[in-house]
């Protein structure tokens, strides 16, 4: 009897503690089965949007070249530059927080500067910037929208941004272009200078770009 009596106060306890802890229990049990399908969507979800981005992208490629073609008629030049536009412009509202839409932005920049619309080549750089592109990427931006400052004349501005750029490994072609700036000014010296610190710093990373030479060498004879 005493074995049976300890028994049923066991099973008591347990239906005590269970009434007033159980909903905790299963309601921490829902929690958790919650936390895990959501992280299993979550990851499916960005797969699938990794992939639909990576597709849209393929086809930007494929219009970016079809731009490319020579010896094509006015009309047909006109269809595949809209082509372009407005995939690279769906592919940076659709996947904004992806790489590819930083690569449609420098893409759709390029197109913009080769019909000389600076403008708009600053706007979509300026986007790729401010949308959390890889450190090289963004170096890659900022050293086009130096040049695209240049071509608007904005050149106080283009220098502005080259001297606020933490260059590291491409510091070679930010002083190249700092050289151009120079040149510009008016200010040989300081092209000069510019130019040598690309020409070492290319020496030290396996050879002197030959167009860097050819411009220090032309302010070498004006001097």
Not at 69 to 87: C, F, G, S, W, Y
Not at 107 to 128: I, S
Not at 180 to 185: H, M
């Amino acid at each position: 009897m005493d074995t049976y009596r300890t028994e049923e106060e066991q099973i008591d306890a347990i239906k005590k503690w269970w009434q007033t802890n159980g909903s905790n229990i299963l309601i921490g049990i829902g929690l958790a089965i919650l936390i895990v399908v959501g992280w299993q969507f979550w990851q499916d979800q960005k797969r699938v949007t990794g992939e639909a981005a990576s597709v849209m992208y393929g086809e930007l490629l494929e219009a970016a070249e079809l731009v490319a073609q020579p010896n094509l008629d006015a009309e047909k030049i006109t269809a595949n530059v809209a082509t372009l536009t407005h995939l690279g412009g769906e592919l940076k509202a659709q996947h904004e927080t992806s790489e590819y839409a930083i690569f449609a932005a420098l893409m759709l920049a390029k197109q913009h500067v080769n019909v000389g619309d600076a403008d708009k080549a600053e706007t979509e750089l300026r986007w790729a910037i401010d949308h959390n592109a890889s450190e090289g990427v963004k170096l890659v931006a900022q050293l086009r929208l130096a040049r695209v400052l240049m071509m608007k004349g904005q050149l106080d501005d283009a220098l502005v941004l080259i001297n606020s750029v933490n260059t590291g490994a491409q510091s070679a072609a930010f002083d190249e272009v700092k050289g151009d700036i120079f040149v510009s000014l008016g200010q040989l010296d300081e092209a000069r200078a510019a130019y040598s610190k690309a020409l070492n710093a290319n020496d030290n990373n396996g050879g002197a770009k030959p167009i860097v030479k050819m411009k220090y060498d032309n302010l070498a004879v004006v001097k």
